[in-house]
């Protein structure tokens, strides 16, 4: 279009067809960012959802199955914590770039996320070739990933449902698949899992449960039972472990085991715990007024111990009941004392510096490194009773067994060995130079009225 001046002359022209290209660029661009994740250029949420519905109207026209695929990476928290999250960026790039080298040019890779992705299979014929593109992605995990000349080990968790098996649209699949992702967790992570209709049942189960939780802390539901520790040289009861029971108003005494992961997941256990450290150092004032010298242990939740105030619980709770510091015990798991390793010590330091006990809980199942026993000061090993019930029939968990139980006396620590249930392992653990130990062998858990019974009968 010509441009004129005041008598008409052409002065210039307007380069409209140059405005018109970069406007369609701009618009392609803003297209394109709408419908990819910004960080690794894969589609996003959006984009994976309309592919999912072109997968399953194709599948439906053809008779064939497709499948969703739910990645979390196991541990990622840790990188991110102890890298920074720049590093964690190019990690998750890399992990994006490995998972696009297992599959089909027809299928989708999604990053819903964090360090969630989605992988969308079309025109599945045989269950087979999902089973072999998961083992090809968990195989892309094997060799460690190069970040900033830091080498990282890496693992995933996978959760596959299948069309029109386990949902008939995106939303009905990814929740099948975020299921089965979180049963693959739940199996030792680094594997995968198909959704089967028990995982629905588990999640109904878990939803109940969860708003039933929610009347417990408000109904004063929970209660204590205290199963005894045995000093084995003096023959005496010297502490017990608080455990928690649920008195649920219509289903009777719940176990720890039906509940505790839920209280977990929902961040109720926060809650909870602190109830339970409240009650267990109320019990032990009371005993000690009694003439009782009894250690109260009491299990910190990992996610309680990240996501509460701990510091400010536990000061409470000795500052509310008056409990002398040196008869309250904490059992932390090794996951606790190896993850963000720097802002856990500081935490257990302030903790000891109050005179309380610390103990590694469930001691051999995890990490079992002797640099964060000497960073971590902590007072006590507890060998987890895998390794105890089958020690007479086994001769590595005897081995293991007495190799804890020497680690302990080489850091001057004491060791105690839980689900001692008959007189031949307690022989041996006696032989291997164990300090205390709690089973069947002596007790269950009990109420507190038949354990204050117990306790007299056993110093009669």
Not at 168 to 180: G, K, M, P, T
Request: proline share 2%; glycine share 6%.
């Amino acid at each position: 279009m010509a441009e004129r001046d005041t008598n008409g002359k052409i002065v210039g022209a307007l380069a409209m067809g140059r405005n018109v290209t970069e406007r369609k660029n701009i618009e392609k661009r803003i297209e394109f960012m709408s419908h990819h994740d910004p960080l690794t250029g894969f589609a996003n949420r959006i984009l994976a959802k309309e592919r999912t519905e072109q997968v399953i109207a194709h599948a439906k026209k053809k008779g064939n199955k497709a499948a969703i695929l739910f990645i979390d990476l196991d541990e990622f928290k840790s990188v991110n914590d102890s890298l920074g999250h720049s590093a964690g960026d190019v990690m998750l790039k890399m992990v994006a770039l490995r998972l696009e080298e297992c599959i089909k040019a027809s299928d989708t890779i999604s990053r819903q996320g964090g360090d969630e992705f989605l992988i969308i299979l079309s025109d599945i014929k045989e269950i087979s070739e999902i089973e072999k593109t998961a083992n090809r992605l968990l195989q892309k995990f094997k060799e460690s990933f190069n970040v900033s000349n830091t080498m990282i080990s890496a693992s995933a968790s996978i959760g596959i449902a299948l069309y029109p098996d386990d949902g008939e649209n995106f939303e009905q699949l990814l929740q099948s698949a975020d299921a089965a992702m979180y049963k693959a967790k739940e199996s030792g992570k680094n594997n995968y899992r198909f959704y089967t209709q028990q995982m629905k049942h588990d999640l109904v189960g878990s939803f109940q449960i969860q708003n039933d939780l929610k009347n417990a802390i408000k109904n004063k539901e929970f209660v204590l039972h205290y199963q005894p520790q045995i000093d084995l040289k003096h023959n005496k009861i010297i502490g017990v472990e608080a455990l928690i029971r649920w008195q649920h108003p219509t289903q009777g005494m719940i176990p720890p085991i039906n509940f505790i992961s839920v209280a977990e997941n929902s961040g109720m256990i926060v809650e909870i715990g602190e109830w339970v450290l409240l009650e267990a150092c109320r019990q032990a004032v009371l005993w000690h007024q009694q003439g009782k010298d009894i250690i109260v242990a009491v299990n910190i939740s990992a996610v309680q111990f990240k996501r509460g105030d701990l510091q400010e619980i536990i000061k409470n709770a000795l500052h509310v009941t008056g409990v002398d510091p040196q008869y309250l015990e904490l059992e932390l798991t090794e996951s606790i004392l190896i993850n963000d390793t720097e802002n856990v010590l500081e935490t257990v330091k302030a903790i000891k510096e109050l005179g309380i006990k610390l103990s590694i809980d469930d001691f051999g199942t995890g990490y079992s490194s002797l640099s964060y026993l000497k960073r971590f000061a902590v007072d006590k090993l507890k060998i987890d009773q895998s390794f105890v019930r089958d020690l007479l029939n086994d001769k590595e968990d005897a081995s293991i067994v007495k190799t804890i139980i020497q680690m302990a006396k080489s850091f001057n620590l004491r060791s105690i060995a839980e689900g001692v249930e008959n007189q031949e392992v307690l022989t041996v653990i006696e032989k291997f130079g164990c300090d205390e130990v709690q089973g069947y062998h002596f007790a269950k858990p009990m109420p507190l009225g038949e354990f204050e019974v117990y306790y007299h009968n056993y110093i009669s």
